[in-house]
């Protein structure tokens, strides 16, 4: 197994025009794909997608598409007047730590994550309180208020680099055990981890990569870090969403699976046309809470709009900011 290599532009240049939904998808997308476009101009938003949003928000209505680390980078740079986060509620808060002054729409204030939902902020001064001096790093895919008791955020794609980073031969890695022991595999420190568990990753297996692995001789596997050990064990190329897709632009494989969220395949399907992709559907419910109708819904009303509570805001704020300038 090898890391993805440095991910090296943050986003993917997509070609709109290519016919990539299915013809009785395209019928009902249009229409609302053109409103969105009309309520973007009119109020001077930018709408953010991660990489997991279905191929008819992440390929026609996103502006900036990325990994977790790509959207906290230009929420930090955007200049429009509204920020719209196709995504789960940390990477919303995230946005709006960094543009306090600007409202950040999230179409569907339920979209969460198994991994924010498994600790919270007393749970992190119980780690402290354990392990008195230790400095603590925690995933983005965090609450506000749990990064308020952290020292700095790292997300996949720079998780390894923000620990070496750091002046201590011990770090408390949160919340995301595979993501931790993946790290601890790959610094010189020890690694405290948590027990957290992205619901999505979590599913796959060892003898399911094998199976494939078998079935096609020529099939390069790109797994995502929060993927359990032995899925990991088995892939040519470890990293974030965005260094996944990095991989497949420039090496071009003649086979890829994709060991994440299944839309991802989806859109990457669409601009990599010599690869053929496997695809083990595994959607991430929280994600696929963002549609075409809530996005246009919330640029019609201008809500629901995400706020971070002002007694955490600032901690967490400066988490985040010391991850970015670390840098990946
Ligand atoms: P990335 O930062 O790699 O995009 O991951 C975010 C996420 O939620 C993965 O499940
Ligand atoms: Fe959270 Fe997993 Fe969904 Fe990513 S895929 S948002 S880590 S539940």
Redesign the pocket.
């Known amino acids: 197994m090898t890391r993805c290599p440095p991910h090296t532009t943050d986003t993917v240049t997509l070609d709109a025009a290519q016919p990539d939904l299915p013809p009785d998808e395209a019928a009902e997308a249009t229409p609302r794909i053109e409103a969105i476009q009309r309520l973007k101009a009119r109020r001077n938003a930018v709408i953010l997608a991660h990489n ?1 949003m279905a191929p008819a928000i992440y390929r026609h209505v996103a502006d900036i598409t990325g990994d977790s680390l790509a959207l906290a980078r230009r929420a930090a740079e955007s200049d429009a007047d509204v920020i719209v986060m196709a995504g ?1 509620h940390f990477m919303a808060e995230t946005a709006k730590l960094l543009n306090p002054e600007r409202p950040v729409l999230m179409p569907d204030t339920n979209a969460g ?3 924010a939902e498994s600790i919270t902020p007393a749970d992190v001064r119980a780690l402290r309180a354990q392990y008195p001096g230790v400095p603590v790093v925690t995933y983005v ?1 965090t609450s506000a208020a749990v990064k308020a008791e952290t020292d700095v955020c790292c997300t996949s794609g720079n998780a390894e680099t923000v620990v070496e980073a750091l002046d201590s031969d011990r770090v408390i890695f949160l919340p995301d055990r595979f993501l931790a022991a993946h790290v601890a595999g790959r610094v010189s420190k020890e690694v405290i981890r948590w027990e957290g568990r ?4 979590d599913r796959f297996t060892g003898p399911q990569i094998r199976g494939y692995r078998a079935a096609f001789d020529d099939l390069t596997v790109l797994a995502h870090p ?1 993927c359990p050990p032995d899925v990991l064990a088995e892939a040519d190329c470890v990293g974030s969403t965005a260094q996944m897709i990095d991989y497949v632009h420039r090496e071009r494989p003649v086979r890829a699976l994709m060991v994440t ?1 299944c839309s991802m395949s989806d859109n990457v399907a669409a601009e990599a046309r010599d690869t053929e992709f496997l695809r083990p559907c595994t959607l ?1 419910p ?2 696929k809470r963002i549609t075409l109708d809530n996005i246009e819904a919330a640029l019609t009303n201008m809500e629901p709009t995400v706020e971070v509570d002002p007694a955490v805001a600032e901690g967490a704020r400066a988490a985040v900011d010391r991850m970015l300038a670390i840098g990946r």
């Open positions: 997991y789960v994550c198994s991994l895919n992205c619901e999505v990753h929060e969220e991430c929280h994600m």
